[in-house]
């Protein structure tokens, strides 16, 4: 296994040049480029990482995966999917032109419309985001993580889009609250600071139907994470989410921070990490890792038995 790890990443770092850091957060134009990291946590509890492993990044987008499951736990389905769809877009993460021209109800909880309108759902009761990073927490099983505030605010300053709708989203009553409480807890979900060991982590906990893979003990219910792994499937990878599943074959969500988290049903949790991003927000590295871990061990969900590579 650690042997198909170390070639992993060295497959990956073949492609690492292509990619672009992301820059319209200017504290994540600071990202090193170089920086590759993966780590593997299996049913049994079993570890496995190389490269930059332990180096730290924000969640990004991947934060829109853990926000669903407190708006689910805190306010229901219901509530929660008559904010916000459940079909893919076909369109960027931060696009706009759906919640004019089709509905304003924002397609899908993984795009950042649809994250903003799910925060608004987290926001009633008392410390909304210390309610989130106490879940985070729990779920990548490290009592230490933290926001990293430099991104945060960063982001609070350059998130003009994200405003923009969040502004029209509220103008048809589709937040459950102010468009800037909104804005501020999905700002801060999004730079809670992790490694790849917190989210391999959580992946395999969500690959265990929501238990973890050493205690048992349940942590999230299953339905929960069943609806969340159906959209890793079908949105996790925004507009590149079907070539990805053709490719790699495995319920997964990015983050322009540069990080993958993947959950292999019934079997590991993987977490790579690159900054270089695609054209469409996803990570190079690590697309590259998951797409070399999947062939070599063969974790495609309709793996069959034709190794045929496309
Ligand atoms: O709101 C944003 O644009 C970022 N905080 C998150 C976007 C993101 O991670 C898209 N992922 N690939």
């Not at 927490?137 to 982001?155: F, H, K, P, Q, W």
């Not at 800037?180 to 809670?192: G, Q, W």
């Not at 942590?219 to 507009?239: A, F, H, N, P, Q």
Request: charged share 20%; aromatic share 8%; glycine share 10%.
């Amino acid at each position: 296994m650690q042997q198909t790890i170390d070639d992993a990443l060295a497959y990956a770092r073949g492609f690492i040049k292509e990619g672009k850091v992301a820059t319209y957060i200017p504290e994540l134009a600071k990202g090193n480029p170089d920086h590759v990291g993966v780590c593997l946590v299996t049913k049994k509890g079993e570890t496995y990482h190389a490269g930059d492993w332990q180096q730290e990044f924000t969640m990004q987008s991947i934060s829109k995966t853990m926000s669903l499951i407190l708006a689910l736990e805190l306010v229901g389905y219901d509530k929660v999917f008559s904010k916000v769809g459940v079909e893919p877009t076909g369109d960027a993460f931060n696009s706009i032109v759906k919640l004019e021209t089709k509905t304003l109800h924002p397609l899908n909880p993984m795009i950042n419309a649809g994250a903003i309108a799910t925060a608004s759902c987290c926001v009633g009761g008392e410390d909304p985001f210390g309610r989130f990073l106490d879940l985070v927490r729990t779920l990548c099983g490290r009592d230490t993580i933290t926001l990293n505030e430099a991104v945060y605010l960063s982001e609070k300053k350059a998130g003009m889009r994200n405003r923009a709708m969040a502004y029209l989203m509220q103008s048809e009553n589709i937040l459950e609250c102010d468009a800037e409480e909104a804005l501020d807890l999905y700002f801060k979900m999004c730079s809670v600071s992790i490694h790849t060991q917190d989210l391999a982590n959580y992946a395999v906990i969500l690959a265990n139907d929501g238990c973890h893979p050493v205690t048992g003990e349940r942590i999230v219910e299953s339905w929960i994470v069943r609806i969340v792994k159906t959209l890793m499937v079908t949105c996790g990878m925004y507009d590149g989410s079907g070539e990805f599943a053709i490719k790699v074959g495995i319920p997964a969500k990015s983050g322009v921070g540069g990080g993958i988290v993947a959950s292999v049903e019934g079997q590991m949790g993987i977490a790579a990490f690159c900054p270089g991003l695609d054209a469409k927000g996803n990570s190079i590295g690590a697309y590259r890792i998951l797409e070399y871990l999947s062939r070599h061990l063969n974790l495609h969900y309709f793996a069959g038995t034709d190794k045929k590579v496309v």
